[in-house]
């Protein structure tokens, strides 16, 4: 099984939705994952990650509209994106750093150790 792998990425309007999945031999159900997302000609960001139970942090872009959540019994990691907005269009990524324990904290790309190959996100305007 691959370490991490996402899907359900795909080409929407904008103000749709869409949610991505991560599952992989990486999971972990109570530590540090994220997801990232890098758009052409830009750096990898953190879109949002999420540790112990209650422990949740956003990127200020996407607050609102976008959740963050892991299914521990089927071992999936969820980005629910909804009202998506063309500066959404990008690769999203899943990543896990199981080393930060149960607070991520302001996760930066350098921080991550596994990543997952991406799925790609497209929206019109």
């Known amino acids: 099984q691959e370490q991490l792998m996402e899907s359900g990425g795909g080409s929407v309007e904008a103000g749709g939705s869409l949610r991505l999945s991560c599952v992989g031999s990486?999971?972990?159900?109570?530590?540090?994952m994220a997801w990232f997302r890098q758009a052409p000609g830009k750096q990898r960001e953190m879109v949002a990650n999420?540790?112990?139970?209650?422990?949740?942090i956003y990127a200020d872009s996407v607050k609102g509209r976008f959740t963050i959540s892991r299914d521990n019994a089927k071992r999936i990691l969820y980005l629910q994106m909804s009202a998506l907005k063309a500066e959404d269009t990008a690769m999203y990524y899943c990543?896990?750093?199981?080393?930060?324990?149960?607070?991520?904290?302001?996760?930066?790309?350098?921080?991550?150790?596994?990543w997952g190959q991406g799925t790609q996100v497209t929206v019109s305007s």
């Open positions: 999420i540790g112990a139970p209650g422990y949740i």
């Open positions: 990486r999971y972990t159900s109570s530590a540090c």
């Open positions: 990543a896990a750093a199981p080393h930060k324990g149960g607070y991520c904290g302001p996760l930066r790309p350098d921080d991550v150790p596994i």
